[in-house]
């Protein structure tokens, strides 16, 4: 329902399937997002580069490739709407190699799965893909910890305040901890996740809404949970006056 039938912020999901997780950060594929797109390879750990079967290659998906040999995030190849008459993926694979992209099927090392969304074809592969990577980097994240993690984004709502997008990358988060973010600090009042429901915690890779800043903080901040008011004060302070000094030079 966004204007133009495209997606306009991050969202973040989770998928359960057989127990085995997967965290989806959403990051638009318009090529006016740009920002939005290295923030987004910056916070994850594969990138799922989806390119349209039948389009090849844009400029955005270009600059997306640019984006995570920067962040240094391994890229899954998703090339979607195979179903369509005008499908080619082997001509998507070939302009791939333009950009030093190889995929398995042209012996390099880069998954690559062909798919359709319109009619979930090999979507079970996508995610077969993706946790055969995770495997490879054996990712793994401490939950016995203070929460440490990133904002995906913030926005005001009627009657709720400030809420903030918040993936939780080591540690678990809970409702009552005291966090730092950017020059923010806050409790957590309450924790959503992305079906609605509240929480009383959040572990590691959980996307959750976060209750409990007194104002918006900017996406692709940090957010750490200190110990008490105090020290998270303390923080707050000394980013302020550093962003007031940056500000006025």
Same mark, same amino acid.
């Given at each position: 329902? /966004?204007?133009?039938?495209?997606?306009?912020?991050?969202?973040?999901?989770?998928?359960?399937?057989?127990?085995?997780?997967?965290?989806?950060?959403?990051?638009?594929?318009?090529?006016?997002?740009?920002?939005?797109?290295?923030?987004?390879?910056?916070?994850?750990? $594969?990138?799922?580069?989806?390119?349209?079967?039948?389009? +090849?290659?844009?400029?955005?998906? $270009?600059?997306?490739?640019?984006?995570?040999?920067?962040?240094?995030?391994? $890229?899954?190849?998703?090339?979607?709407?195979?179903?369509?008459?005008?499908?080619?993926? *082997?001509?998507?694979?070939?302009?791939?190699?333009?950009?030093?992209? !190889?995929?398995?099927?042209?012996? +390099?090392?880069?998954?690559?799965?062909?798919?359709?969304?319109?009619?979930?074809?090999?979507?079970?592969?996508?995610? /077969?893909?993706?946790?055969?990577?995770? *495997?490879?980097?054996?990712?793994?994240?401490?939950?016995?910890?203070?929460?440490?993690?990133?904002?995906? /984004?913030?926005?005001?709502?009627?009657?709720?305040?400030?809420?903030?997008?918040?993936?939780?990358?080591?540690?678990?988060? @809970? !409702?009552? *901890?005291?966090?730092?973010? +950017?020059? /923010?600090?806050?409790? !957590?009042?309450?924790?959503? @996740? *992305?079906?609605?429901?509240?929480?009383?915690?959040?572990?590691?890779?959980?996307?959750?809404? !976060?209750?409990?800043?007194?104002? @918006?903080?900017?996406?692709?901040?940090?957010? $750490?949970?200190?110990?008490?008011?105090?020290?998270?004060?303390?923080?707050?302070?000394?980013?302020?006056?550093?962003?007031?000094?940056?500000?006025?030079?």
């Amino acid at each position: 329902g /966004e204007a133009g039938g495209i997606t306009q912020h991050i969202g973040a999901y989770q998928t359960n399937n057989n127990n085995k997780k997967i965290t989806f950060i959403d990051t638009p594929g318009h090529e006016a997002f740009s920002n939005m797109r290295a923030r987004g390879s910056k916070t994850t750990d $594969i990138i799922i580069l989806v390119i349209a079967a039948d389009d +090849g290659l844009k400029p955005q998906t $270009i600059e997306s490739i640019s984006h995570a040999k920067a962040a240094k995030v391994p $890229i899954i190849v998703a090339i979607n709407k195979i179903d369509l008459p005008a499908a080619d993926p *082997d001509k998507v694979r070939n302009e791939l190699l333009n950009h030093e992209v !190889v995929v398995e099927k042209l012996s +390099g090392d880069v998954l690559d799965v062909e798919i359709s969304a319109l009619k979930k074809t090999n979507l079970n592969k996508l995610e /077969e893909a993706i946790h055969l990577q995770a *495997d490879l980097l054996d990712l793994k994240a401490n939950p016995k910890r203070d929460a440490r993690g990133v904002i995906i /984004e913030s926005k005001l709502e009627k009657g709720r305040g400030s809420v903030a997008t918040v993936l939780v990358k080591k540690g678990t988060l @809970n !409702v009552g *901890d005291i966090f730092i973010s +950017g020059s /923010e600090w806050g409790k !957590v009042k309450a924790l959503i @996740n *992305d079906r609605g429901e509240n929480l009383k915690n959040a572990p590691p890779s959980l996307p959750v809404e !976060v209750l409990g800043f007194d104002s @918006n903080p900017l996406a692709g901040d940090d957010f $750490i949970v200190v110990d008490s008011e105090n020290t998270a004060r303390k923080i707050s302070e000394y980013r302020s006056n550093i962003k007031l000094k940056k500000k006025n030079t």
